[in-house]
């Protein structure tokens, strides 16, 4: 059935490094993949994303990176800051369904 | 403008009893989904409604009901419930022809 593993499932980095997480998923009609922040007592954030006809997306210190063929995805944060601590989640939705599969989430704790 | 609201933001209810959960989407956009995250865990998917009408279901029981009105307002019934409804009831909108999915804040129910 439909799957998206994500990880890792706790990252902390020191702040001004970088944070990587990485997703796979199961179903090859998938064709979004929405990124979310999701902080304490707030619903999710959508902070990026990417369709399958693109490869890379960036927005000032975040981009996101999508390989088709291989299934993976993955959201890149540079210079990391405190504020950007938060629980991250990503996604898969299959072509034109409107339903979204969720990672399990990773949360990122920025250090000052 | 304002974005998702949801209300109520939290409620106690005991097993077996039945409970409304309503949510406005964003001005403009007509398409809901409700998504319940359990603690710890990424959002899962109940089921989206479009133009009053049930588009998608997830692996839910008939247990979890909904409805969207002419205002593309919507409303999550769950009939009976379990201990194990206790969650964060999610509901997102979207665009007319678009994948984007934003969230509420949420509805923090709790099965006692």
């Known amino acids: 059935g439909e799957n998206v593993e994500q990880h890792p499932s706790t990252l902390s980095v020191q702040e001004g490094d970088s944070a990587v997480i990485k997703c796979t998923y199961s179903?090859?009609?998938?064709?979004?993949f929405p990124w979310y922040k999701q902080e304490l007592g707030k619903g999710p954030q959508l902070i990026i994303d990417i369709r399958s006809n693109v490869g890379e997306k960036k927005d000032q210190r975040i981009a996101v990176t999508l390989n088709k063929t291989a299934k993976h995805f993955s959201l890149h944060i540079t210079e990391t800051q405190p504020e950007d601590s938060a629980v991250y989640f990503c996604?898969?939705?299959?072509?034109?369904?409107?339903?979204?599969?969720f990672g399990q989430g990773t949360t990122l704790q920025v250090k000052p | 403008d304002a974005g998702v609201t949801q209300s109520p933001t939290h409620l106690i209810k005991t097993r077996g009893q039945q409970v409304t959960l309503r949510c406005s989407p964003k001005s403009g956009h007509d398409t809901v989904s409700w998504y319940q995250q359990a603690l710890g865990q990424g959002p899962q998917f109940i089921f989206q409604y479009y133009e009053e009408e049930e588009r998608q279901r997830g692996n839910f029981p008939d247990r979890f009901s909904g409805h969207q009105f002419p205002n593309y307002s919507s409303e999550l019934n769950v009939n009976a419930l379990l201990l194990g409804d206790s969650a964060l009831y999610l509901c997102?909108?979207?665009?007319?022809?678009?994948?984007?999915?934003?969230f509420g804040p949420g509805t923090r129910l709790t099965v006692t």
């Open positions: 997102a909108s979207s665009p007319p022809v678009e994948d984007e999915q934003y």
């Open positions: 179903d090859s009609a998938s064709n979004y």
């Open positions: 996604a898969a939705e299959s072509s034109n369904t409107g339903k979204l599969i």
